[in-house]
């Protein structure tokens, strides 16, 4: 039931951790990808990996904001033989503080240039991807997926991270009414809203803020870790499969226990 033979899957932000963890588990299990993402040398190493499964990937460099990529996308589904799964993955978060300082921070110090560009990543983008390949989503007899990628961030307040969690909630309810309004027609679309994930900017985040390392880092979640970017691509790939096939709208947090602290 986790058979993906013979799909076409676009993965965004396909060169990052959880982005390539989500091309080798779909490549593993029979799908040929379209992946996306900023860098040509990351993209470049995930594809070497999908060939390895004998599957094919199409590689596109470019950013998810830009309208032109999200039509890029679509044509390249058409080269492909259309589409059946998008993953929309690409999104910054608290590692994006190391690359665009007072990207996470409280609302009062936020520029308005930042909180348009923390937005315009993590809604918009996926948004006009979402936009340019539902028609053709729509046009899969045997069904089609969407699932964002969110975060916990996303379920409740939390310092200093306004404007990433104002639009990872905003992403929660586009998912929900994208899956009223496309349920009707076979279209499936679900969300994965993952705690913290270990990837290499996480990591320099972290140190950052533990310098002395231990267990500290983790105090917050009941399994005591942060989530291995496979463990998160695993629940976003049963989502986009069919022994998910009566979810719908669901919003799924893959957080070790954090959110369901009280």
């Given amino acids: 039931m986790l058979d993906f033979e013979g799909r076409i899957a676009v993965v965004t932000g396909a060169g990052g951790g959880l ?17 996306v993402g900023r860098t040509g040398r990351k993209l470049d190493e ?11 990937m199409y590689t596109i460099v470019g950013d998810i904001t830009d309208p032109a990529v999200a039509e890029h996308v679509g044509q390249t589904c058409d080269r492909a033989g259309g589409v059946d799964l998008l993953i929309n993955n690409a999104a910054v978060g608290y590692s994006y503080e190391q690359v665009r300082p007072g990207s996470m921070t409280a609302l009062t110090a936020h520029s308005a240039e930042l909180w348009r560009e923390v937005i315009e990543i993590n809604l918009n983008g996926p948004a006009a991807i979402t936009r340019s390949l539902v028609p053709r989503l729509l046009r899969r007899e045997r069904g089609a997926n969407i699932v964002f990628i969110s975060s916990i961030l996303s379920l409740g307040g939390h310092t200093n991270a306004h404007a990433y969690s104002a639009a990872k909630a905003a992403v929660n309810n586009l998912v929900q009414s994208l899956a009223v309004t496309y349920g009707p027609n076979g279209l499936r679309t679900n969300c994965v809203a993952p705690g913290l994930i270990e990837t290499e900017m996480v990591e320099t985040v972290l140190n950052k803020q533990f310098p002395t390392g231990g267990e500290s880092r983790f105090a917050y979640c009941p399994l005591g870790r942060a989530a291995q970017p496979e463990e998160i691509a695993s629940a976003a790939v049963f989502l986009a499969s069919s022994a998910a096939s009566y979810i719908n709208g669901a919003i799924l947090a893959v957080d070790g226990g954090t959110s369901a602290k009280a």
């Fill in 46 to 56: 995930i594809s070497s990996v999908v060939h390895q499964f004998g599957r094919q």
């Fill in 19 to 35: 982005g390539a963890a989500l091309c080798r588990q779909l490549a593993a299990r029979g799908a040929t990808i379209v992946g």
